[in-house]
């Protein structure tokens, strides 16, 4: 990746400029999706099209497969997370939110996902600084100020 575009793309998700944020989210989820290519983004797209359709152990050997082939792709790493989050495996869900934010430590994606893993676990308090650690790249994201919010509430 282009440090000279991630940076001025994290400074635009600092934009005061809704519009502005918008575009450097867009362009960073891009980026992310197109890691490893051609490739990479058509099997991320043939996962989630077959989850969609309901077919999650298809998606699922899809990720797999991709992440044993490309340990490095974070993307892929991610959209297991996702679905596995969607079923309600928290642990493995969390597990591949954090070796997303190992590969790629600004993907507020990730972050956002292991807040929510936390939180579904219970785990307020940690999943608090998740959902804050994002808040530091996004800082204008309102899903991660309203889970913030959530979380202190259900610590009371």
């Known amino acids: 990746m282009d440090n000279t575009v991630i940076n001025l ?12 944020r918008e575009e450097a989210t867009r362009e960073l989820w891009r980026i992310w999706f ?3 290519g051609v490739y990479g983004l058509e099997q991320l797209e043939q996962s989630q099209a077959l989850l969609q359709a309901g077919r999650i152990d298809e998606a699922e050997a899809i990720l797999n497969d991709l992440i044993q082939a490309q340990p490095d792709f974070a993307e892929a790493w991610n959209r297991r997370a996702v ?14 939110c954090q070796q997303v934010v190992a590969l790629n430590s600004i993907h507020f994606g990730a972050l ?8 579904a676990l219970g785990e307020y308090a940690t999943a608090i600084q998740a959902f804050r650690r994002a808040l530091e790249i996004q800082p204008h994201a309102l899903a991660n100020q309203r ?3 959530e979380c202190t509430a259900r610590l009371s």
Request: with cysteine.
């Open 112 to 119: 956002h996902g292991m807040g929510l893993c936390y939180a």
């Open 34 to 36: 197109h890691q490893k």
């Open 83 to 96: 679905l596995y989050y969607l079923q309600g495996r928290y642990r493995s869900s969390l597990a591949d």
């Open 9 to 20: 793309l994290l400074a635009d998700l600092k934009s005061d400029d809704e519009t502005v």
């Open 147 to 149: 889970m913030i919010l």
